[in-house]
């Protein structure tokens, strides 16, 4: 028996076979034989004729597979036959027709990302109590096809090709002008770069300003998103603590571990909610600026505040502060959006120009387009109007459920702000176990534990986000989520 010929004449070539022509499967089967090693290099193939009648296919079809074949270096052809060519593999077997085992060796990441670990499990959007997730069923879709519509009618086919590597020019116009009324940040449109989401926004600013090995202050409990983009940047990651008015610096800090990158949430500190006084800012920015190190302020959802008059960002409290200032429409708009952005200092901003022409492309123009008028015509401060009542109501009946309902000790923390609560709980009743016994009941809090790099015992709670969970379901859940809590309590 001929090996080559068993091989090729294995099963029939059959037609119709949804897409795959009968020249189509036959190539596969000779390039699958040679690259498992089962055509040695140097062995022959059959003419195509002989081939053609004992596959039942015309000659041409064996030609143009053994043409393309040698076009893409598998075969060699020449007039005294097809031979397979030497494709340099380490392990050739010597007899054709046998497959050789493929040693594949395990993919090896690098060791940054091996530094990070994925803590959350993942969780449908439309799991109930699950952070960070707007209402999404509130959003004015038709509203924002118009804008859409439009942005593709004016812009057209010019708005198909790279676009400033910043962004559009009309949307970080938009951009400063809301951030100005509403924030109270300083800057003129050169400084604002638009990026995709929020977490692009932190690797630019890891890119922009630091080298490997610096040190990165995060605060702990804190965002992981930041901790990633932290990991992934070769950055020593060196958790600091926070109260519960946010980041909390020790004295020695600026000497023990002198940062070169600090990430805080002033406004809301994510997860437990504070909101960092004006002398506390200061003092960070003063130190930061005495040790040249540069603060990212994610100002991720303090747009839906719910006591008393909305606070400024830090970035806007001193004049060339050295603050990033990122911001995202995940949540004042949809997380799928993929829009945020990141204010840059003055100064740092024309010395960035070349790395961010060099890094960044320019593309999702007509949403940017849309995004911009959608700001410009004064329906994004309605929507974030009525959000904000929203959240405000479904704050408040969660509050009064959880007083209601919960009844295992517990401890309301922050909430004057954003989409969620956070709960804390007392160390017998373990985060992890409650969050993951709620999944069976289409729950999604996450569990506090898993926001600490360095946990203490405080550090065990739930985070419950109500921006996208109806309020007509909180008595039911709350109380589903005690039973979950009382069931799961360590004993002893
Ligand atoms: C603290 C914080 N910052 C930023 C974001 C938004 O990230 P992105 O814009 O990449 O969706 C989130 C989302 O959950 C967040 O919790």
Known sequence: MDPIRDVLLDAPLVRDRGGDSLQRQLLNRIRDAILDGRFPPGCRLP?????????????????????QLGAEGYIELNRRGTKVAALGRSRAPTTPGRAAPLRLALPQLSERGTRVVSRFADAAETLAFKPGVPALARFPLSAWKSCFDRAFKTAGVSALGYGNPAGEAALRDAILRHLAVARGVRCEAGQVVITEGAQEALNLCVRLVTNPGDTAWVEDPGYRGAQTAFQCGDLRVEPVRVDSAGLVVPADAWTAAPPRLIYTTPSHQYPTGGVLPVARRLALIRQAQACGAWIIEDDYDSEFRHTGELIGAMQGLVPQAPVMYVGTFSKTLFPALRLGFVVLPQALT??????????????????????AEFIDSGQFSRHLGRMRRLYRRRQELLRAALAQHLDVPHTVLGGDSGMHLTVRLPPEYPDQAIAEAARAYDMAPAPLSRFALRAQPEDNGLVLGYGNTSESQYPALVQRLARLARAQRLKG
């Open 350 to 371: 024309a010395v960035a120009a070349p790395l961010l022409k060099e890094t960044l492309r320019g593309g999702h123009r007509h949403e940017q387009l849309a995004l």
């Open 47 to 67: 003419g195509s004729r002989g081939l053609a009648v004992d596959l039942g296919i015309s000659r041409n079809s064996v030609t143009a597979v053994y043409e």
